[in-house]
């Protein structure tokens, strides 16, 4: 896949070139290859630059903004076959052929491309699959988003995710599967601080490692420029992480023996140490009240979210989709539990755009629509400004300059919420909850 180098004019009704922004009616952008080389105002900042082998295009009544992100999915997972055994998901990437497995991890890449997703992070993965789709991407060969890749996650033996083969305990252990995680190429370390609701017998709520630990995790991704994240559910093992100096926190949901307990002291930590929190809300965001997320009830949540809202936590945008019935292309319904957190739309454009590129390390490569920055863009129906619902709505996408066919996101199908509670419940009942 070649890269289209010839000079290419974009034209919409309205551009928002950052979360910051104020939006310009009748913008545009133009590129060059893989970059933006300006943006502004149609008639007096991209007309004056047409050349007669520029190629214009009028996207009519739609929104430009940046390309977002998705900092928490697992491309190597079938959302629609996770089975359950015993109350503990079988992850679908150890069961499939090496083909079929492959033709799922493109599928599901493009599904991203479907849903505004130019950047995703991959936190879990067996094997070195999802880093070599990754090659492929960044080479043009196939389409797809920018792919951070963590592969298997960093966990105690017989933690949570354990099978993917990231086992080490001690801080020389620790330390040895950190840097064979750096070694494979990975531009995130993702670690497991607490059990969770996946793998039976390793409760969300169990702090797993020591601060000690997870200081010699942090160092060392440190030392090679590489930025570290954990799924993190209980409020001890979220503050470890945090004292230990993680840069970012995946799930952060409080979780307890019987439900959730914001933890007022540890989020003030938190906000005081600058780590970025990704709560990992998603499709399950819409199914209703009873099982709204394993973790406790939709109202329990959306007050903890509130809650980090009001201590100006620094929230990005991840959905954890690849689990059990949250398809990559509905990546805006979790967008719906954080709005009803008090989340503005000006804010959750910053969680899917800039907010997310700084916590990535990309702050200077992408997440605005800015001279100098990567071609991630999407045009969405609707002004995100005024309302999420046109999050959901993409009918453009360039990913680094290149052109993504639209597949159209199909509804949810009408037993999603039974679907989402089967699930749920099961989760839970793995995790030794007693509903």
């Known amino acids: ?25 009748d913008g545009g952008i133009l590129v060059l290859g893989d970059t933006i080389v300006a943006s502004g105002p149609w008639s007096t900042t991209i007309v004056p630059l047409l050349t007669p082998t520029t190629t214009a295009t009028d996207l009519g009544a739609v929104t430009l903004v940046p390309g977002f992100f998705d900092c928490h999915v697992h491309v190597s997972f079938d959302p629609m076959r996770m089975k359950m055994n015993s109350g503990r998901a079988e992850l679908s990437d150890t069961q499939t052929k090496e083909r079929e497995a492959r033709e ?52 105690v033996f017989g933690g949570h995710c354990y099978a993917m083969g990231g086992e080490a305990e001690g801080v020389e252990g620790v330390t040895k599967m950190t840097q064979r995680r750096l070694d494979e190429g990975a531009e995130v370390i993702k ?12 409760h969300p709520s169990e702090a797993r490692y020591s601060v000690e630990e997870l200081l010699a995790i942090a160092d060392t991704a440190h030392a090679n420029g590489v930025r570290v994240t954990t799924h993190a559910m209980g409020g001890e093992g979220i503050r470890r992480a945090v004292v230990a100096g993680f840069d970012s926190i995946e799930h952060c949901s409080w979780s ?62 991840g959905t954890d989709n690849g689990i059990g019935n949250c398809p990559f292309e509905r990546y805006a319904d979790g967008l719906t539990a954080l709005a009803d957190a008090g989340y503005t739309p000006r804010e959750l454009l910053a969680a899917c755009t800039d907010v997310a590129a700084e916590a990535c390390g990309l702050s200077e490569v992408t997440g605005k629509l800015l001279p100098g ?23 453009f996408v360039l990913a680094r300059g290149k052109e993504h066919k639209l597949t159209p996101i199909p509804p949810l199908p009408a037993d999603h919420t039974e679907k989402i509670g089967e699930f749920m419940a099961k989760l839970r009942k793995g995790a030794g909850f007693k509903d």
């Open 256 to 317: 307890t023996r019987t439900g959730t307990e914001f933890d007022e002291e540890v989020a003030q930590l938190i906000v005081d140490k600058g780590v970025y929190v990704c709560p990992t809300m998603n499709t399950a965001c819409l199914a209703g009240e009873n099982y709204f997320l394993p973790w406790d009830h939709r109202a329990a949540i959306v007050a903890n979210l509130a809650s980090l809202r009001a201590l100006n936590a620094k929230i990005i945008m």
């Open 373 to 395: 920055f990567a071609a991630d863009v999407v045009a969405v129906e609707g002004n995100p400004l005024e309302s999420i619902e046109a999050f959901a709505k993409p009918r």
């Open 191 to 202: 670690v497991m601080s607490t059990g969770g609701f996946m793998t039976a017998g390793s």
């Open 104 to 155: 799922l991890m493109e599928r599901n890449a493009l599904r991203l491309l479907d849903a505004g997703v130019t950047t995703a992070r991959d936190l879990a993965s067996h094997g070195m699959g999802v880093m070599e789709m990754k090659g492929q991407i960044d080479r043009g060969e196939i389409m797809g988003p920018r792919l951070m890749c963590a592969n298997a996650p960093v966990t």
């Open 1 to 25: 896949m070649t890269i289209n180098t010839q000079n290419r004019a974009y034209r919409a009704a309205l551009l928002v070139a950052s979360s910051s922004a104020d939006p310009i009616s």
